[in-house]
């Protein structure tokens, strides 16, 4: 069972970054689609950025220019680069794997990022 864990939240004020990683414990990391999604308080999670296996890369419009999706699969890790960060991007940040036609899908558990007005 492949696990996804993930680090780099915290607190941080407006206008800081941070940089979140999530890595995977199996090396099936390196054909696998990657995503960041997030959970703001009392909302729905959403979709921020995903990179594919070919390192393309998808941003949502509400996070782009602030926001990097990046892989490195040597080391079996996604990393989403938060810059400019603002108090509408507190919520719990979670990366999720896809393995297309292996019917793979593992989410990580999560990591919470507070931005501070």
């Known amino acids: 069972q492949v696990q996804l864990v993930e680090s780099g939240g915290g607190l941080v004020q407006a206008g800081g970054s941070l940089r979140l990683s999530c890595t995977a414990s199996e090396s099936i990391f390196s054909i696998s689609t990657m995503s960041w999604y997030r959970q703001p308080p009392g909302k729905q999670r959403e979709l921020v950025a995903s990179?594919?296996?070919?390192?393309?890369?998808n941003v949502v419009d509400s996070v782009k220019g602030r926001f990097t999706i990046s892989r490195d699969n040597a080391k079996n890790t996604v990393y989403l680069q938060m810059n400019s960060l603002k108090p509408e991007d507190t919520a719990v940040y979670y990366c999720?794997?896809?393995?297309?036609?292996?019917?793979?899908?593992?989410w990580g558990q999560g990591t919470l990022v507070t931005v501070s007005s």
């Open positions: 990179i594919t296996r070919g390192s393309s890369t």
């Open positions: 999720k794997m896809i393995v297309i036609g292996r019917g793979l899908e593992v």
